[in-house]
Each structure stands twice: as C-alpha cells, then as structure tokens.
C-alpha cells in the first residue's frame, strides 16, 4: 500500500483538511470558523472509522455545493443522501453506466462555479497585484499538473513569497538631533529579526552608519521576536561599530528580545528605554565624527 499510493500518503491528507476549511469558509456566511475544531472533528470521526472498517472520510466540496444548491441547510439532509445511495448500490448500479460523464460533471460544475470568486480580483490589483501570482500560479499548475502536484507547488509558492518578505523588512532611516543638540542616525525596523532577514538589516545598517558617521540608533519598538542567528550578527554588528569607535545603541528592546541577544554576552551592547538618557549615553561614549576620505 505504501508503494502504491507514494507521495499520496502525504498528499491526499493534505488536501482533504484543506477542502475540508475550505467548505466551512465558504458556507459559514461570514461567520468565525475554528479550523482547529475542525480538524479534530474528522481525525475523531476517522479513528472511529478504523474500528468499524469504514472508509476515511472528509468534507466533499462538490456534494456540499449539490446540497446546497438543493437547499439543504441541516445535517438531516445526509440521511435523504444515505438512502439514495443504498437504494442506488442495492437496485440501480447496472443502470448507472448508461448516465453520460457530461451529465454527472454538468451537475457538479452547476453547483460548484458560484464558488469561483472573480469578483475578488479586481479588488486585489488595485490593492496588491502580487497576491494575485500564488493563486494563479496554483490555478494553473493544477490544470497543468496532476492535482497533488498542483497543490504542491501552490504551497510551495506562498512558502517563497512568505519567506521573501520576512528577508526584506521595512526599514526606515532618519537624521534627527538629541535633546542635547546632538546629530544621530536612528534606523527602525518593522519586523522581528530572524535569520532569512537579519544579513539584509546588517548590510544596510553597516551602509549607513558608513555613509553618514554618526551614532546611530536602532529602534527596535517593532521587534517582537529574534533566533539566535540575529543574536550573533548583532554581536557582530556590534564588534564592527567598536573598531570603528562609533556609539551604537538599541532603543525600547522587548525584554524577551534582549534576553536573546545578551545570550552571546556582546561587548559595547546597550539599551535605552527613555528618549533623554540618549545625550548621556553620547557623553560616556564621548563620540566625535570622523571625516569620510572619498576613493
């Protein structure tokens, strides 16, 4: 069984829980869904099912479609297709090979195409046409490939697009001046600091402070979580600004963060909470800019 069915071990799971959030999404009519209860709802209903030599079972999106198409609106409604199907498999299967395919897919395809949303499109490129590729690159793949590939590669998609955006945070960089007159270069980052974006922050920090020969300030307001790979290029980050003699601190650090990033000990790594203990810091570190020689 195992060499027969290969990757659908894994595949065909996958895309019942998945067809099986997608209904209650689609009938819930706005309604929260609790895709958790979900899941243990049909892992329940599948171990029964071992006991009793059932077949594993799983929400069908197209019955669900056929139903309520036909106004169906309780579960009673699955004792009227309980019957049939008895009826059908005891009496009526010779018959059933005279019914044309078209005619059973006409039927699915009927209750099926209202669920197709296209009227979401036009919203999502005027609001981000990226959105768009994920899921029409997943349309195609499936009509290209076989469905578990499709499935696949639609993961596969989304899974780059979200790592892509995790490695290329939102940073902004400004000049202000301290209550004490002093310039500096405050950098502030939207997002944690984990390892797929951690070397993007690095260059960019190492650019600027460069660039502009000044303290500069991290303000981590917006970091809520770090791994130990931003641990260790913050304790390089913080080597290099030292050889350099120029000040570097991290402002209003989430504790939870700081425990993170103090786990490599760091030398010269400091934080501040409060806007005006920025001009005692610079006094301590007595910081004075360095001409930049152009190449």
Not at 103 to 117: G, N, P, T
Not at 197 to 206: A, E, G, I, W
Request: charged share 15%; net charge positive.
């Amino acid at each position: 069984m195992v060499s027969g069915l290969g990757s659908g071990l894994i595949v065909v799971p996958l895309i019942a829980l998945m067809e099986n959030i997608a209904i209650c999404k689609a009938f819930s009519n706005g309604k929260p869904v609790d895709a958790t209860q979900e899941l243990i709802a049909i892992g329940l209903a599948n171990i029964a099912n071992s006991f009793v030599q059932g077949f594993p079972g799983t929400g069908s999106l197209s019955r669900s479609a056929v139903n309520n198409a036909s106004g169906v609106r309780t579960p009673m409604g699955n004792i009227y297709t309980m019957a049939l199907v008895v009826l059908s498999l005891l009496f009526f299967t010779p018959y059933f090979s005279y019914i044309p395919k078209a005619s059973l897919a006409a039927v699915i395809i009927a209750a099926v195409v209202f669920m197709v949303e296209v009227k979401v499109v036009k919203p999502m490129w005027r609001t981000k046409k990226s959105d768009l590729i994920p899921g029409l690159g997943t349309f195609i793949a499936c009509l290209a490939l076989p469905l578990e590939m499709g499935i696949l590669f639609g993961v596969g998609l989304n899974v780059v697009f979200i790592l892509y955006h995790a490695a290329r945070p939102k940073i902004s960089v400004e000049r202000l001046t301290s209550p004490g007159g002093t310039e500096y270069l405050i950098i502030t980052p939207d997002r944690c600091l984990i390892f797929p974006s951690v070397d993007y922050v690095r260059n960019l920090v190492t650019k600027q402070s460069i660039r502009q020969s000044l303290p500069v300030v991290i303000d981590c307001s917006h970091v809520y979580g770090a791994d130990f790979t931003a641990a260790t290029v913050i304790d390089s980050i913080t080597q290099d600004f030292a050889k350099r003699d120029q000040p570097l601190f991290f402002y209003n650090l989430k504790p939870s963060v700081c425990a993170i990033f103090e786990g490599l000990s760091p030398a010269d790594f400091v934080v501040y909470y409060r806007e005006e203990h920025l001009d005692d810091l610079l006094k301590q570190r007595a910081f004075k800019p360095k001409e930049v020689m152009s190449a």
